[in-house]
């Protein structure tokens, strides 16, 4: 029993000649057709928000024939196809209809709509795919014009000025989206997954792959080819250089934000600091863009925030921790911050000196202050002993008698040491 693409293939053509399939494209040109988008419903702002269902609504395009020759006062409805999946088209990208069963279908199974799919790729960029309707355009000048002025609003213009392509429609439902010549996709490697939005941020599911070509990525140079890599990135670098039509690669140093999963890449990062002083040298860990044994994950922006709303924060490692600044590095608690270890160094891995157990010093300090206070007294007080001795005795016990009464302040009431 035949299923899946095996059928689909056998009912296009089960007699191994052309007329299945001629009978069965000339069906689905029935039922899928390609439409200009001449507005979409994405807030509660848009005045056909409540007619088109309310918040059920949200997606929804009126649309066109691609080639119609007027402006048609009648604006038919097509929802989106993805339930999971939003990519909302703007206006004057061209999507490719079908025409399929909607909720009414329960009560009447001849009950139908419109759903699109995502815009057709005309340009084949992912910043816009905008094709206005051209016979419209004619009526505004010669032809030659127009088609020159459609192309140059498109984004392999070399210019950087955005031309003058309406991309929003009348109502700005959503708000309002500027063209930018400065764009630039991403070019795909051997056997990637690439999602792209419209402004520069992307995910790449690729692997380590080798080219000679004018384009070559910067993490493929050690690993085997076919090992993973995942590069989740948010923006492009700010250039004037950047030309929307040229396509480019993730660059981890000059791009805004960006985490890279890998699995034997070598990624070259440039840290802000490379201060491992406070590790021994024997406990110095590899730098991260040279390290190529095994998986890693590499966070890169202009700042970092981690932040636990309601539990912990955990970091644990088999091999060592670093924290390294250019600047301070502050912690803080409203409770307790302890450092356990077999040894603890305090001014560079290279400490000598042992800390003194404060309590413990100072009361056995305070005995002896305590015996020299009371022998100072004794001298202080013996008529055989001379004046000079007297005065020294009386200076010693109002200096341990001093020191005796402030012993509670000598010990911090924070800072412990075991």
Do not use: C
């Amino acid at each position: 029993m035949l299923s899946g693409i095996g059928y689909i293939m056998n009912s296009i053509n089960p007699s191994g000649n052309s007329s299945g399939l001629d009978s069965t494209v000339e069906g689905l040109e029935l039922k899928m057709i390609p439409a200009r988008v001449i507005d979409i419903v994405l807030d509660e702002t848009h005045p056909k928000f409540s007619e088109y269902g309310g918040w059920a609504s949200i997606g929804t395009i009126n649309f066109e024939e691609v080639n119609t020759l007027e402006k048609s006062t009648i604006s038919p409805i097509a929802k989106p196809f993805f339930p999971q999946f939003k990519s909302p088209p703007l206006v004057n990208e061209i999507v490719l209809l079908l025409h399929l069963p909607d909720k009414d279908i329960g009560s009447n199974d001849t009950s139908k709509v419109y759903y699109y799919l995502n815009s057709i790729s005309l340009w084949n960029h992912p910043h816009h795919n905008a094709y206005p309707n051209v016979y419209q355009y004619q009526k505004k000048g010669s032809k030659q014009k127009n088609y020159k002025e459609i192309e140059n609003g498109a984004t392999n213009a070399v210019s950087n000025k955005s031309k003058g392509i309406d991309l929003n429609g009348t109502n700005n439902s959503g708000g309002t989206f500027n063209e930018k010549s400065s764009i630039q996709p991403l070019i795909p490697f051997t056997g990637d997954n690439v999602i792209e939005s419209r402004f520069g941020s992307s995910i790449r599911l690729g692997s380590t792959s080798k080219t000679s070509t004018l384009i070559r990525n910067n993490w493929s140079e050690y690993g085997k080819v076919g090992d993973p890599i995942m590069i989740l990135k948010n923006g492009q670098p700010n250039s004037k250089d950047n030309v929307g039509f040229l396509p480019t690669v993730e660059k981890i140093n000059e791009d805004p934000s960006s985490i890279y999963i890998t699995s034997t890449q070598n990624i070259p990062i440039s840290a802000s600091s490379l201060n491992y002083t406070a590790l021994s040298t024997s406990q110095t860990p590899i730098y991260p863009g040279s390290y190529s044994d095994n998986s890693q994950i590499i966070l890169n922006s202009e700042r970092l925030v981690l932040n636990s709303s309601k539990d912990s924060i955990l970091m644990s490692s088999p091999k060592v921790i670093n924290l390294a600044a250019l600047g301070d590095i502050g912690l803080a608690s409203r409770k307790a911050i302890t450092l356990e270890a077999d040894e603890i160094n305090l001014g560079g891995s290279n400490s000598s000196q042992p800390a003194i157990a404060g309590e413990t010093f100072l009361t056995g300090l305070k005995s002896l202050t305590t015996a020299i206070e009371t022998l100072a007294n004794a001298l202080n007080n013996d008529p055989k002993v001379g004046p000079a001795t007297q005065f020294a005795a009386n200076i010693l016990n109002e200096q341990t008698k001093k020191f005796n009464n402030s012993f509670d302040q000598f010990t911090s009431k924070k800072v412990k040491i075991s």
